[in-house]
């Protein structure tokens, strides 16, 4: 049941705050009134941080993750490895690599993937600028970091086929088991691929 | 996992979108990634539409209902009853019966109920303010309108109590079986309620 409210501005706030994905018009009613219960200024703190990041922040130029620069600290920090770029589908999956502490060089974000069912191309990709940027800098590893989806496979070989040409290695992430599961729960493409992939016992050792 | 993100202004969106109540980091990384995906105008509105319901809402001086003016629409609206006030929990309880269109009287917010565990006692409620309202106007009945749990019979009870001495109807609402719901998964309190309180067929069969 829609209910109405008495103020337009508790009216406005819970319809702005219902088109966040995830919040339907109940939650963005609570999310409202938990507001008028607190102080003031924690409104206006959510207010303005949600103002603020949405006007400064813009993409990287170089590698069009987000940035409050033209080129991302990522991009300009001269202790990562140039070489090296990793290949993600958005802005998230930067953050999530980043949390792993396991890759040391550059990304290159291309905002999706190949979806025809959602009529997303290529050319919608940044695909193009990817192509380019191995072109003219000198980086000697891609690294695909797509999902191991449909859509994600389908990518990770558009990119592997354009970049073909060009003298540059090109890496995908492991598939195998995730660690904590049970071997028995696991799928059996999965698993399969991870018998394909085994690694020698001492390197996975050595490197742990 | 906390997951870190590189920009300050990100960051701070984030760590005040998650200070809502049930969005936890990753909800609010979520929710701030969309706001960068969507037109700049959409992440204002919503900032502005937040910082302005907190800084104009206040609270209504007769019902302490949430309002923009002094007084509330309710209250100041000359069709409704004022010989008959509802006692509710909270502004969303408000809400909620005013989705019924069932009660055509003015309301009165505690603001919660007595609740000793959670430290919640009478003096910490509009209760002196609802004795005070009863005495001063021209009310005929009170509507308890509070949850059928421990504490809002407890706080029902107290407030019937304080009102004993005034010349006042105090009515609750009705307990009963929950209208689509099955009767053989109807508690046996409620059952029982519902026996003891049973209503004449003709007359439910004409007021609906």
């Known amino acids: 049941m829609i209910q109405s409210v008495n103020s ?23 999310l409202a009134l938990h507001l008028l219960r607190r102080e003031p200024q924690e409104a ?4 303005e941080a949600i103002i603020k990041m949405r006007q400064n922040i813009c993409y990287c130029r170089r590698c069009h993750n987000i940035s409050e620069q ?3 600290p990522i991009c300009s920090d001269s ?9 993600v589908e958005n802005v998230k999956d930067v ?29 919608d990709l940044e695909i193009a600028s990817l192509v380019k940027r191995v072109s003219e800098e000198d980086i000697k590893e891609v690294i695909l970091a797509l999902s191991p989806t449909i859509e994600g496979d389908t990518t990770n070989f558009y990119i592997y086929r354009k ?3 060009l003298p540059v290695k090109v890496t995908m992430l492991a598939r195998g088991l995730s660690i904590g599961n049970e071997l028995e729960y696991t799928d059996e ?20």
Do not use: M, W
């Open 44 to 47: 206006v703190a959510l207010g």
């Open 70 to 72: 033209e080129v991302c």
């Open 95 to 123: 953050i999530t690599i980043e949390s792993t502490h396991q890759h040391h060089g550059l990304y290159h974000v291309l905002g999706g993937v190949i979806s025809p069912l959602d009529g997303i191309g290529p050319s």
């Open 79 to 87: 202790r990562r490895d140039e070489k090296t770029v990793c290949v």
């Open 8 to 30: 337009s501005l508790l009216e406005n706030a819970v319809s702005e705050l219902s088109k966040l994905p995830g919040i339907g018009r109940k939650t963005a009613l609570r």
């Open 163 to 165: 970049l073909s040409e």
């Open 189 to 208: 493409l999965t698993l399969g691929k991870s018998i394909q992939n085994r690694v020698l016992f001492s390197d996975t050792y050595h490197k742990s």
